[in-house]
């Protein structure tokens, strides 16, 4: 056992650096989260640190042993640093569980209780292949940028691709029954895909998707969150209407092309709301055109199929549907996805990811979810 460190202005250093060390899945200082067992200084400035993990595989411990060492390196006085990493008790496991759930340990949905300030967006589209998935996470990517709290749930449980897209490899930690979410770009993704192995099909009926996603909702620890984002698979099927049960507050984002046709099938998606009470936050048009060599646009799919979709919803659900964005073509965007670097982050400066990343400031900019209450950011 460390003796105490006897300078205080010593340790009191020593315990600022260490609350500057955040646990990379949940997201908060270490200090805070019951992490550290002890700490200690020696004369000759040697730091001897002991952590305590939550789990023993925790995937993160280099993770944390680098920065608590570096953060204590910082320190004048602190010349070398030990990091000794041990495993919670189960008693300080249930501690950090009922720190982090609240007295009692909430074993509901966090984002329908009645405090909660989450905006939570469904990202729906009527077909697939039309850009869902990759303007969720530049959507929620752009937002993590300007310093928000955000999360993915990927519920496209037959054709996830969230963690590809933001290249996730890293697997949820389990801390008995609650999950902690890999983070990529500042956001907090859970993916069907993280509990399949392989690339194994799922092929689950409307039940078992039911209580999958009640199971993402309720055992995964997001912590506050800003703004959630739901990737849905296409159409109408079990999923949307599990959303709308499980999350009435879930306001809806349709995707579409400019095609007539695509617009047709979207408005689908879009009009379940009425069914569903729910409110339809906005059309984002994908794939709008190809920008040319000579500056002219090619438009491939057509053109005026967002504006005319926002139109039928705002006649069919009674409320105005705004277009909030028209995203055009890039190749940039594709391999974005493909490389698991979201273009509003890999390439800021073209027009698609401008296009997104005016979509995200006007989400930003809608107060967080209770009236009256600002996020205190400017759309850019
Ligand atoms: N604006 C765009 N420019 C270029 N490629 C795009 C664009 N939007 C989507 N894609 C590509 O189209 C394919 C389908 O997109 P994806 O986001 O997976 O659609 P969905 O989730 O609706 O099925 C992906 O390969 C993606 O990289
Ligand atoms: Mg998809």
Not at 62 to 81: F, K, Q, S, Y
Not at 195 to 216: D, K
Not at 304 to 320: D, P, S, Y
Not at 332 to 342: A, H, I, S
Request: one cysteine or more; a negative charge.
């Amino acid at each position: 056992m460390s003796e105490p460190i006897a300078n205080t202005a010593l340790a009191e250093a020593v315990n600022a650096a260490l609350a500057t060390v955040i646990d990379p899945e949940l997201r908060r200082p270490i200090t805070e989260l019951g992490m550290v067992e002890s700490v200690a200084v020696d004369d000759a400035g040697r730091a001897s640190l002991v952590v305590l993990l939550t789990i023993s595989g925790c995937p993160l411990r280099e993770t944390i042993t680098a920065d608590a060492t570096n953060a204590l390196l910082a320190v004048p006085g602190v010349a070398a640093v030990d990091v000794e990493l041990k495993v919670m008790t189960q008693e300080q496991r249930d501690a950090l569980k009922e720190l982090l759930r609240g007295q009692g340990g909430q074993r509901g949905i966090p984002f329908n209780e009645p405090g909660s300030l989450t905006r939570v967006y469904a990202v729906a589209s009527g077909k697939g292949g039309v850009g869902k998935s990759s303007v969720t996470v530049n959507l929620a990517c752009a937002l993590a940028a300007q310093g928000l709290r955000v999360g993915i749930v990927d519920a496209d449980v037959y054709g996830f691709s969230v963690p590809g897209l933001m290249g996730i490899t890293q697997q949820p930690t389990r801390v008995d029954d609650m999950i902690l979410p890999p983070v990529a770009y500042g956001v907090k993704v859970i993916s069907i895909g993280m509990f399949v192995s392989g690339n194994q099909p799922v092929a689950w009926r409307g039940p078992m998707l039911h209580r999958a996603l009640e199971q993402f909702l309720t055992d995964v620890y997001f912590g506050d969150l800003d703004a959630l984002f739901l990737d849905l698979p296409p159409g109408t099927g079990d999923i949307a209407i599990s959303v709308a049960q499980l999350l009435p507050k879930a306001e809806i984002l349709v995707v579409t092309t400019p095609q007539a046709a695509a617009a047709d099938v979207a408005e689908r998606a879009g009009a379940i709301a009425t069914q569903t009470g729910q409110k339809v936050a906005g059309v984002i048009e994908n794939m709008s055109y190809l920008e040319m060599p000579d500056g002219g646009r090619m438009e491939l799919f057509g053109s005026g199929g967002g504006q005319v979709l926002a139109e039928r919803l705002t006649a069919t659900v009674g409320a105005e549907v705004p277009l909030l964005g028209q995203i055009p073509l890039d190749i940039q965007l594709r391999e974005g996805g493909d490389t698991g670097v979201p273009i509003v982050l890999g390439q800021a400066g073209t027009p698609a990811a401008a296009a997104l990343s005016g979509i995200a400031g006007q989400l930003a900019a809608k107060p967080r979810g209770l009236a009256g209450m600002k996020l205190g950011l400017q759309p850019r």
